[in-house]
């Protein structure tokens, strides 16, 4: 990681856990805390045998560290094995000057080696928080390898430049190649057997199988006791909600991770699990899907009639409680979050999976407002060929993004029941942005809540994708990567909408699938 060639361009202030001890870099044991300024030689070291720490006991450890930029101090803590309580008392505190081995943007990241020994660490979970202000950038073309290719040609030039008169004859060289390549021979052979019989012996010698830790947040089945457990039995105080499709509850799993378990109602999993290995299958895929904008699948459970899959908790909670509730969301909020449903529907679509249960309920706010994807359709089509599945799937998901975008732009339910002061043919949120289309007063759906901050240009270009979206797909209905296109670039023309709505909006027969009707599909 460090080398001459990159002393300038690359800078490096490291904290190791050190478990092997290495005299030639003033190691003081093997069981120690390095402090390294730009150099693998630590500037400073601690012994934490001295807080009853075993760094290489096999438990898992926690550690905090904490930098003070304007008064310039530095803080370790390091907690006792396998318990996450934060130290009162840092195991370091001093005054520490990083300013001269830190650039203006550094990267943020982990580094490990374990030289000719073998051992096994793992990263089980971290945090990083700063108050500056981060920003995604890329390295520069000019990197550390093509300077040390640039020396290594200057120094092969300098032999170069020798006369050749002092060039050693060819028979010389014949010689050493020959007496090398024996020798590799040899040695190859001594190491191949002696591997063999290292082999052998730990074979024999090995009696207890050696299991490596498990990440906490990776995805992995789950049993129904765990869910129970996490939930409190599913009880009433951590229910969060739910649907025809089942309910939400709260939870908080063994290793303290805050959970929302989806616990799949009898109904739905009669209708559509007939098929319960490709429905797990389903779930196990989405499992492993990564995005930003898709919410974290930490597991599932399959026990008897049961089935239930378990999403990261979002404490910011759904979309719909913003947009629906007694606050009113910004348009700059509003807009980034359609980008975000448009970048995480996109995603999935290239990895041939579909949503298939897009709402404003199934749209997630993180800490910092970013739209997420959760409550997954997992929605089987029966004997429906998968080809035909992910054509019905993907068409639907279009179509729903559309109605989330005039919903997030209106402010109001798709459809309305509850406010009397609405008029009848305004009551339906599809219907009433059709009419205002024909009538060229579709600025009139924007939400009037957010008062004069809208940008009621960029409102209505949004407001347009979303009305083309709905169309029939025959008829102009755009691919997720064609809308995100379109997001993204506020100039690009928007292909025109027809002047009037048309008679149907989606192609597909609901004889023929089960799921759609005049206007959209439903998976409930």
């Known amino acids: 990681m460090l080398n001459d060639a990159c002393e300038i361009d690359y800078k490096a202030v490291a904290i190791e856990f050190d478990?092997?001890?290495?005299?030639?870099?003033?190691?003081?044991?093997?069981?120690?805390?390095?402090?390294?300024?730009g150099t693998i030689v630590s500037t400073k070291t601690i012994n934490v045998s001295g807080v009853g720490v075993s760094l290489k006991d096999g438990f898992v450890h926690h550690a905090w560290i904490t930098y003070d930029g304007p008064n310039k101090r530095l803080d370790i803590r390091l907690g006792l094995p396998n318990q996450e309580v934060y130290p009162s008392k840092p195991i370091f505190s001093e005054s520490v000057d990083l300013f001269p081995y830190l650039n203006e943007y550094m990267f943020v990241g982990f580094s490990a080696s374990t030289g000719n020994?073998?051992?096994?660490?793992?990263?089980?979970?971290?945090?990083?928080?700063?108050?500056?202000?981060?920003?995604?950038?890329?390295?520069?073309?000019?990197?550390?390898?093509?300077?040390?290719?640039?020396?290594?040609?200057?120094?092969?030039?300098?032999?170069?430049?020798?006369?050749?008169?002092?060039?050693?004859?060819?028979?010389?060289f014949i010689f050493v190649a020959v007496v090398a390549f024996v020798l590799a021979v040899l040695i190859g052979f001594y190491f191949i057997n002696n591997y063999r019989r290292n082999a052998a012996k730990s074979k024999n010698s090995m009696d207890v199988e050696i299991l490596r830790p498990r990440p906490p947040n990776k995805p992995r089945r789950f049993s129904f006791s765990e869910f129970s457990s996490a939930t409190r039995s599913f009880s009433e105080i951590e229910l969060l909600g739910g649907d025809s499709r089942g309910?939400?509850?709260?939870?908080?799993?063994?290793?303290?991770?805050?959970?929302?378990?989806?616990?799949?109602?009898?109904?739905?999993?009669?209708?559509?699990?007939?098929?319960?290995?490709?429905?797990?299958?389903?779930?196990?895929?989405?499992?492993?899907?990564?995005?930003?904008?898709?919410?974290?699948?930490r597991g599932w459970c399959e026990d008897k009639n049961e089935v239930m899959v378990a999403y990261e908790f979002v404490h910011n909670g759904s979309l719909d409680k913003w947009l629906f509730g007694a606050g009113v969301l910004p348009w700059t909020r509003r807009f980034k979050v359609i980008k975000d449903v448009a970048d995480g529907l996109n995603f999935l679509h290239t990895k041939q999976l579909a949503h298939k249960n897009l709402k404003c309920s199934s749209v997630f706010l993180d800490v910092s407002f970013r739209g997420v994807l959760g409550d997954f359709g997992f929605v089987l089509l029966g004997a429906e060929s998968k080809q035909f599945e992910l054509l019905v799937c993907h068409g639907a998901d279009v179509f729903e993004f559309g109605v989330l975008v005039l919903e997030v732009i209106a402010g109001r339910k798709r459809v309305e029941g509850e406010i009397e002061e609405l008029k009848a043919e305004e009551k339906n949120l599809l219907d009433f942005a059709w009419n205002l289309h024909e009538t060229n007063e579709k600025v009139k759906l924007v939400?009037?809540?957010?008062?004069?901050?809208?940008?009621?240009?960029?409102?209505?270009?949004?407001?347009?994708?979303?009305?083309?979206?709905?169309?029939n797909e025959n008829k102009g209905r755009p691919s997720m990567e064609e809308v995100v296109g379109l997001l993204l670039n506020m100039d690009k023309p928007i292909p025109k909408l027809p002047p009037t709505r048309p008679v149907a909006l989606f192609p597909y027969n609901s004889a023929n699938t089960g799921l759609c009707n005049t206007y959209s599909c439903t998976f409930k």
């Open 447 to 471: 939400d009037r809540r957010m008062g004069s901050l809208v940008n009621l240009e960029q409102a209505n270009r949004v407001l347009e994708i979303g009305l083309l979206c709905t169309l």
């Open 117 to 172: 020994h073998t051992q096994i660490h793992n990263i089980l979970s971290w945090n990083f928080t700063s108050t500056s202000q981060a920003f995604l950038r890329f390295p520069s073309s000019e990197t550390c390898q093509g300077k040390i290719l640039l020396q290594n040609s200057k120094t092969e030039e300098e032999p170069a430049k020798k006369s050749s008169k002092d060039k050693t004859p060819y028979s010389f």
């Open 247 to 297: 309910e939400y509850y709260r939870g908080k799993l063994s290793n303290g991770s805050n959970v929302a378990v989806k616990r799949f109602s009898a109904q739905f999993l009669n209708t559509h699990g007939s098929d319960r290995k490709r429905l797990l299958k389903e779930i196990k895929t989405i499992c492993h899907a990564r995005h930003p904008n898709l919410l974290p699948v």
């Open 19 to 37: 478990t092997r001890m290495n005299p030639e870099f003033g190691d003081p044991n093997d069981n120690h805390v390095g402090i390294n300024l």
